[in-house]
């Protein structure tokens, strides 16, 4: 059944309200009036549609979407209104306390439960201070906070163990090449090592009493050689 909305006295220009289209399998939708387009509908497997797209696409701004993601991939794609306009998306948390979350975007795999993966904006002292957790998940539980930007801007790559390595890769793809910069690279120890990975030796270390060695090159350790 279809419910006619007529917007003038020619009648030429309105929409169909509609449900129960088994053929589209729609429960409830709104097309053109000459039924040519769907600008909203949900359909009876639960699929949200907004836009002449394809099922299970949301499109708000537009009718199309840029680029194409394959036919069993949903999308939801935000279009700013006029030339200069930006496509945003908001996220806002009731977050009262220093520590709250305001807002996530949180991956998940199938129907596990535990995200592989996330992004928390937290709230700080006040409403319009707050920092950026990242998180990625190494699997048998929840996922771990693995690197901060703080509400000044301050980055750290977040160590959960005492002896827990953590690097920056400049390198290929397979880490055969190039350089790796970070702490416990070489070893579970507290120490800055800076690594050629095409060598396969350090050509940097700063150890935790504060000796400096480098490859090739004497009299930086203040406490002996390596």
Do not use: C, P
Request: charged letters at 15%.
């Amino acid at each position: 059944y279809k419910l006619r909305i007529k917007t003038d006295a020619s009648q030429e220009n309105g929409a169909y309200i509609s449900a129960g289209d088994s053929s589209a399998n729609h429960s409830f939708y709104v097309e053109t009036e000459t039924g040519s387009a769907e600008y909203f509908a949900v359909r009876g497997d639960g699929q949200i549609r907004m836009g002449a797209s394809g099922v299970g696409d949301v499109i708000i701004g537009s009718t199309a979407i840029n680029g194409s993601y394959g036919g069993s991939n949903s999308v939801l794609a935000i279009k700013g209104n006029t030339t200069g306009g930006e496509g945003v998306v908001q996220i806002t948390g009731l977050a009262g306390n220093s520590g709250d979350i305001a807002g996530r975007l949180s991956f998940f795999s199938q129907a596990e439960a535990d995200d592989i993966a996330s992004i928390r904006g937290v709230r700080g002292n006040s409403d319009d201070v707050g920092s950026l957790e990242f998180y990625t998940n190494s699997g048998g539980g929840a996922s771990t906070r693995r690197m901060l930007i703080t509400s000044a801007g301050d980055i750290t790559i977040q160590n959960n163990t005492a002896t827990e390595s953590k690097s920056i890769g400049i390198t290929n793809a397979g880490g055969t090449t190039g350089w790796t910069f970070g702490n416990g690279i070489t070893a579970s120890a507290h120490q800055f090592v800076i690594y050629d990975n095409t060598a396969g030796v350090e050509r940097l270390k700063i150890t935790s009493d504060g000796s400096i060695f480098a490859l090739g090159l004497s009299g930086l350790s203040t406490a002996g050689s390596d």
